[in-house]
């Protein structure tokens, strides 16, 4: 495979296995195998003791036998699916619930963890019942040795290949959904995170807030400073609108020129009316100077906010039309204030 050593993982450091086997002898052949092949090779005794280190190590390859005391390979097996599992939920957590991303990653799970069982119940229901706790591949007792290092070389060759794909896909997901200017989620990822926010408070009847905000004055910022200025302008807006928003479901989006806005689920008016405050406050104490402003002498916002129940009967678009009508009360009625609509 063009590129991937069979040795060596992303990192560069020797690809590391976790061999468990209860057979000391067993043992010390695997290792002997396992690094005269250049991999590091981590040894345990037992099913329990393989979870442990498993959680600890990370391993790229775990060699597993499938008869040991206190938990055997069949049970170890599927308890290690299990934390992996846990492990990717909570490593996703911050992902929108709508992607299908997430479900990616856990869908090749055991192509970047793979298992290869060691056994010596060659029959058809051990092989099946391999498989279906989770083992990428298996080979019997007694061993034959060029066959274990040409099954771990293909199972680490897949690993490293789908390792890949994945820090791809990654990247391509931060492109869709970023705004390459300051780093916010763009509209796109806005539309996407509203929407599923929706429905789950929907089903909750909890609250939810948005906060529509503009720079005042932009465009005369612009034409007085230049488009230069006025990029470093807006990320430095951005920056104080994300560092104020920080609960974890919430979300800052640049929406659209000198337009951002906030998502903020379970959040009543009161709270968002909190937000607003905190980020017109920390934009103006950036104190970024704008003659051209008729309102100030720096940079400052217009924030319109709105709040709701959301329902399966009304839609998001009601919720961003209230606060883009506050919005524009607060522009017409002089600028540099917030205005607050509650549905």
């Known amino acids: 495979m063009s590129g991937i050593s069979p040795f060596t993982s992303i990192s560069n450091k020797p690809h590391l296995i976790l061999v468990a086997d209860d057979d000391t002898t067993m043992r010390l052949l695997l290792r002997e195998a396992m690094e005269q092949e250049g991999y590091r090779v981590v040894e345990v005794s037992n099913g329990k003791e393989c979870l442990d280190a498993y959680t600890a190590v990370k391993p790229d390859l775990v060699l597993l036998d499938a008869v040991m005391p206190v938990m055997d390979g069949f049970t170890c097996c599927h308890e290690l699916l299990q934390i992996a599992k846990k492990n990717l939920v909570l490593a996703l957590a911050s992902v929108d619930s709508g992607s299908s991303f997430g479900n990616n990653l856990i869908s090749i799970l055991w192509d970047r963890t793979p ?44 690993g490293q290949v789908y390792k890949q794909l994945e820090a791809a896909n990654h990247a391509l997901q931060q492109l869709a959904n970023e705004d390459g200017l300051t780093g916010l989620a763009n509209r796109r990822c806005f539309d996407q995170h509203l929407n599923s926010q ?29 488009h230069p200025a006025g990029d470093a302008c807006l990320q430095n807006v951005a920056g104080v609108l994300k560092h104020t928003a920080q609960k974890n479901l919430d979300l800052v989006a640049r929406y659209g020129g000198e337009e951002f806005a906030v998502i903020l689920p379970y959040t009543h ?13 920390g934009v103006r104490e950036l104190k970024i100077v704008h003659s051209g402003s008729a309102v100030s002498e720096y940079i400052t916002l217009s924030l319109g906010i709105a709040t709701i129940i959301p329902s399966f009967e009304s839609s998001p678009l009601a919720l961003i039309e209230a606060a883009d009508k506050a919005l524009y009360q607060a522009k017409a009625e002089g600028r540099d204030r917030f205005i607050i609509k509650q549905i």
């Open 269 to 281: 008016a009161s709270g968002a009316v909190h937000v607003a405050a905190a980020m017109q406050a």
């Open 115 to 158: 298992i290869l069982m060691i056994t010596g119940l060659d029959d058809p229901d051990s092989v099946d019942r391999a498989f279906e706790a989770g083992a990428s591949d298996f080979v019997t007792k007694p061993i034959h040795w060029a066959v274990l290092r040409r099954r771990v070389r293909r199972l680490l060759q897949q």
């Open 198 to 226: 929706w429905l789950e408070l929907a089903q909750q009847r909890s609250p939810i807030s948005l906060i529509l905000c503009d720079i005042d004055f932009f465009k005369l910022y612009n034409d007085k400073y230049g």
